[in-house]
């Protein structure tokens, strides 16, 4: 069953998906493609921040029976693919 707190986990991987789709939508509205780009950035450093915000509050758990796994390592790699 998902929850509040299986949803919170997975907030950085939903912000993500959710900018990804409004990018699609504003690619065939927008002439000026550079504002894509800002956005697309934009959208990213906002999954880092929530995902920094989920470690400094100390989260360490597993959700959606044990198939996703919010800890240090799984951190440190997120880190690497926002970069």
């Given amino acids: ?10 907030s950085p991987e939903i912000i993500l998906v959710m900018v990804a789709l409004m990018l699609l939508l504003l690619d065939l509205m927008v002439r000026r493609k550079e504002i894509i780009a800002y956005a697309g950035l934009a959208g990213v450093f906002i999954s880092a921040y929530v995902n920094f915000r989920l470690v400094a509050l100390g989260w360490s758990d597993t959700s959606l029976v044990g198939m996703f796994m ?4 799984a951190n440190f790699f997120k880190l690497i693919f926002y970069i």
């Fill in 70 to 73: 919010f800890d240090g390592y």
């Fill in 1 to 10: 069953m998902v929850n509040l707190y299986n949803i919170r986990l997975l």
